[in-house]
């Protein structure tokens, strides 16, 4: 079976897609977002998905990203942050390298802004961001085998850490 080298989770403003980015770089492989992979499967941006057809809709879509990305991606992975919500996910996480991109909310919302392209952060962002924060950090701890702090760093330190983690 063909695995991500590593597999990012964590909270939106947490840097998995420019943190998954430069830690593919770093080790030489390729880089892959779920995001974007559903975005390409549906035709449209996630914003719209929501917008459209709703969120559970998009979590089907999501889910079955997922698990065709853990099977196929032999780079580096970065899941959206609503991933761990679905137990098939945290199922198929299992015997996988997954690295918590823990973040704190206070740099989450300067990374976030007021959630532009962010359909759960349209209204509040910074409260909303909080309670899926504090719903999530437990299922983040649940399938990470480490986790990184991401608080007031560049991407490449983060990258360079990871890639430490990952040559031990």
Known sequence: MTRPVCVLVG????????????????????FRDTDLDIETLAGKPIPE???????AHFRTLERAAV????ASCDG?????GGAV??????????GHVVVHLSVELSDAVKRVGLGAGRPLL?????????HLMDQRRPLYAEVATATVVTDG????????EIAALLRR
Do not use: C
């Open 153 to 160: 760093r560049s991407p490449e330190e983060i990258a360079a």
């Open 49 to 55: 998905i929501f917008v459209d057809e709703g969120e």
């Open 76 to 80: 580096v992975l970065a899941l959206g």
């Open 11 to 30: 909270a939106p403003g947490s840097g998995k897609t420019t943190v998954g980015r430069a830690l593919a770089d770093t080790l030489g492989v390729d």
């Open 85 to 94: 919500l679905a137990d098939e996910t945290r199922a198929g996480l299992v």
């Open 122 to 130: 349209a209204i509040n962002p910074r409260a909303t961001l909080k």
């Open 67 to 70: 698990a065709a990305a853990l």
